[in-house]
Structures are given as C-alpha cells and as structure tokens.
C-alpha cells in the first residue's frame, strides 16, 4: 500500500514579476500588461497565491500561475 502525504504551505508576501520572472522580469511586461488593476475578473478579490511549481497548470502549462485567494479563480501571468 502507498503511503499517503500531506504538505503545507505557508503563504508570505512576494514581488510578484520578480517572483514569476526572476531578475529577467523586464523583458515581460508590467505586471498590469498581465493583470491589469491587480483585480480577479470573478470576484474583484486582489490578494494572490502563486501555484506551486509541481502544480499540474503550472508544469502543463509552463507560465507562473495564481489563484484568487478570495474565490480560487485561477489565471496565469
């Protein structure tokens, strides 16, 4: 039988672009190219939790995603 495991995750504030992009973050854009006003389209929420780089969106989909923190809407940047 597999032995079932848990993590937790402890959320602290970050600079987004430079968290997403590193030192390179320049060449992408502004984070309000990505997220224009820091707003959820859903729920208006601006508070974010980036996906962990083992999540499925993130290693499927190759971008930093995050999710709403108030609704859990989930976008890339």
């Known amino acids: 039988m597999n032995e079932i495991k848990f993590y937790a ?3 602290v ?3 987004p672009m430079l968290h997403a992009y590193g030192v390179n973050h320049a060449r ?5 190219d ?3 006003e820091g707003k959820c389209t859903e729920c208006g929420g601006t508070e974010w939790y980036f996906l962990p780089a083992e999540a499925s ?4 989909g190759g971008k930093p995603y995050i999710e709403c923190l108030k609704c859990g809407y989930t976008t890339h940047l």
């Open 9 to 11: 995750t402890k959320l």
């Open 13 to 15: 504030p970050v600079n």
């Open 28 to 32: 992408v854009g502004t984070l309000n």
């Open 34 to 36: 990505r997220l224009p």
């Open 57 to 60: 969106a993130v290693r499927e």
